[in-house]
């Protein structure tokens, strides 16, 4: 079974760094003057973390000529005030790292120092690998390394979002990917790259990176870190579980996806959201009895807004069964009937269950609210041809087909903390440079006016978008916009 999807998809993301206690320098232990073990043995029993203290003893590192020289080293390179001098000082560490590797395979410290020294010089594939293999022979020294791959973590993930926030989503990706290879004891590299991958359409990499998110705030990494943090983890986790669920049944796994949507509703039993994705998921794993029964149950709970009629619909379009759908959507149109989102979805059901009579005033609806919807104007075109009004039809087609500009991709999203009316204005035959001026009006979930903002946008060349973005309002009653053309 082949979902359709429409506008219905809406993934909340860009989630920043919360509370991140990593230094500011990448030298661990080592720039201090003190190695490990000498950390490690200054350390009170009741400061070194239990989790630490239970890890397997492995075999202790041990000092040697060129542990103790590449020691020395790390300290100079970490205090020289010269870049060139750091770098040459950290190539010393290098080689004399390799060198006591090469007679002391079984030496953890060593590396260790290499690790140091190839994450101070940038080659963090390389450093990750010296580091695991120390932590390989010697467990305990994960309380060292991960104070330098988390400092590393730190510097690629906001590198990230800088290219992010430039629009280079493809350079972000590969920021997050480096931070997410060195450090995988936070969940926000792969939060970032889940959004990431999903913008892109690598819907199957982006639910592995959400799943991996959850699996870090649900694990024990979770009690380990402070309180602040712990608190902003959970506030991603419930996007997160949100996310994974809503791509998996994207993806039509649908067995998955029920039991994604499932763990969801197991804290948060009364979420109507997941409630109806998680019988869109019943249907498509062919468990129509139980979807039928919860989507019976939905329709007809009291008290709804327009926003828990919307999410019932979404569920319901997700599962075909386009008449129920439109049964939900229509009366969230009741409540809100200028809420853009509403009227598309509406018309969108109804066109696609030959429900061409209710389609029409719909349709026309549809045109007030989004008028520069080249969908809009073909619903509407083709209510009037089912309708036997040819002459009708044909001119809004025409209309349709004459436009110099439309508007794609058009919905709220997330953009960091803040949620945004985004979209892309298409430039169909207007000249390069020309303002185009719009106004959105805003509403809450029981139709009412949260006020308006206007937006300029300036035309790219013939057959290229310009992406645009405006802040919606700051209220936790906001459920939708519609707009018009100054």
């Given at each position: 079974m082949k979902f359709r999807f429409g506008a219905f998809v809406l993934l909340g993301f860009a989630f920043a760094l919360a509370g991140c206690g990593a230094p500011g320098a990448a030298g661990g232990g080592a720039a201090n003057g003190l190695s490990p073990q000498d950390l490690m043995q200054e350390m009170d029993d009741e400061e070194i973390p239990d989790w630490v203290d239970e890890l397997p003893e492995g075999r202790?590192?041990?000092?040697?000529?060129?542990?103790a020289q590449a020691e020395l080293a790390l300290v100079q390179a970490f205090g020289a005030e010269d870049e060139a001098e750091a770098n040459e000082l950290f190539e010393e560490v290098l080689s004399l790292a390799r060198q006591g590797m090469a007679e002391y395979p079984e030496n953890a410290e060593s590396y260790y120092h290499a690790g140091e020294a190839l994450f101070a010089l940038g080659r963090y594939e390389e450093g990750v690998e010296m580091f695991d293999r120390a932590e390989e022979i010697y467990?305990?020294?994960?309380?060292e390394t991960m104070f330098t791959r988390e400092s590393a973590w730190v510097e690629e993930l906001n590198d990230g979002f800088d290219r992010q926030d430039a629009g280079d989503i493809e350079g972000a990706i590969e920021k997050f990917e480096t931070a997410h290879m060195v450090y995988q004891f936070r969940p926000e590299a792969m939060l970032n790259l889940g959004a990431a991958y999903s913008q892109v359409g690598r819907y199957d990499d982006s639910i592995e990176m959400f799943r991996m998110s959850i699996d870090v705030i649900e694990g024990p990494w979770g009690d380990r870190t402070d309180e602040e943090t712990r608190e902003g983890w959970l506030e991603q986790?419930?996007?997160?579980?949100?996310?994974?669920?809503?791509?998996?049944?994207m993806q039509e796994r649908?067995?998955?996806?029920?039991?994604?949507?499932?763990?969801?509703?197991?804290?948060?039993?009364d979420n109507l959201e997941a409630l109806s994705g998680y019988g869109a998921s019943l249907v498509g794993a062919g468990r129509m009895d139980e979807a039928e029964a919860l989507f019976d149950e939905l329709l007809n709970r009291p008290g709804l807004n327009a926003a828990d009629y919307y999410s019932i619909g979404v569920g319901l379009y997700q599962a075909e069964s386009l008449e129920q759908a439109a049964l939900a959507f229509y009366r969230s149109y009741e409540i809100a009937p200028g809420h853009r989102d509403v009227v598309y979805n509406l018309a969108q059901s109804y066109y696609l269950s030959d429900q061409f009579?209710?389609?029409?005033?719909?349709?026309?609806?549809?045109?007030?609210v989004d008028p520069l919807n080249f969908n809009a104007y073909s619903f509407l075109g083709q209510a009037l041809l089912q309708l036997d009004r040819q002459d009708e039809g044909l001119e809004v087609l025409d209309q349709r087909?004459?436009?110099e500009y439309v508007i794609e991709g058009l919905g709220l999203q997330f953009a960091g903390d803040d949620i945004v009316v985004a979209g892309e204005m298409v430039n169909r035959g207007a000249a390069?440079?020309?303002?185009?001026?719009?106004?959105?009006?805003?509403?809450?979930v029981d139709g009412d006016d949260l006020g308006s903002q206007d937006l300029t946008v300036d035309l790219a060349a013939e057959g290229e978008p310009a992406v645009f973005q405006l802040a919606a309002p700051d209220t936790p009653t906001l459920f939708g916009f519609?707009?018009?053309v100054l």
């Open positions: 202790e590192p041990e000092d040697n000529t060129y542990t467990p305990r020294f994960v309380l986790l419930e996007v997160a579980r949100a996310n994974y669920a809503q791509l998996l049944l649908y067995d998955e996806a029920a039991d994604a949507f499932s763990a969801i509703l197991d804290s948060d039993p009579e209710e389609l029409l005033p719909v349709a026309e609806q549809l045109l007030e087909d004459e436009l390069a440079g020309t303002a185009i001026q719009l106004r959105f009006h805003f509403y809450d519609r707009y018009e």
